[in-house]
């Protein structure tokens, strides 16, 4: 059976995981929610873990709320810019980031301004660093419980992180502040290379009983 997911920004480890391990049907007629992964994932610094976040264009008044595919984002200041940065800081001096540097990069030279879109993108150049083929069903209308998936939409909720047991690997910054699990697919890819498809398949997950 197939998994019901949202495209998220470079999505968790545990996300990824899944969209290896299944397939997959992308949640395209739900509202947008803030403070999930839909407009944000977290990496590694110096100074620990830390959130990128998209900004947002915001709805107001008697519009209300919006869905996540009609989202934008608020391109006023180059976030891209200086989130491309942060990662560079982060990871330049892991062992894969210009392995990888050149199929990223674009990312955050284009001019998107529709999130879901963006999103789907970040989660494509990941499938092709790692050489699989990504599904791009989406779903016809919102279902509050699917019939013929497995709802594994929970996966974008940030606040409610579940314990995944999250193989340890090397971390840029481990001996600084530990091994963080279940940071952005980023940070695996970076970090892994191309043991990350290895590591993906790996990885136990029970997504119904969660």
Known sequence: MKILVHPAYFPSIATYAAIVQHDVIWEA??????????NRCYISTDKGKHMLNIPIKHVGGKEGRQKYFDVSTENSYNWKKEHWRTLETAY????FFEFYE?????????????????NLK????IA?????????????????EPTNYTDARFLVEAKKEKDWGIMPYTQVFEERHGFIPNLSILDLLFNEGTNTLNYLKNLPLDLKNV
């Open 29 to 38: 007629h739900d509202n947008f929610q803030k403070q999930t992964y839909r």
């Open 102 to 118: 050149d199929e990223i990069r674009p990312l955050y030279e284009g001019s998107d301004d529709n999130l879901f879109e963006f």
């Open 128 to 144: 092709e660093c790692i050489g699989i083929q990504l599904a791009e069903e989406t779903t016809p209308t919102y279902q509050t």
């Open 122 to 125: 970040t989660v494509q150049a």
């Open 92 to 95: 330049r001096t892991s062992p």
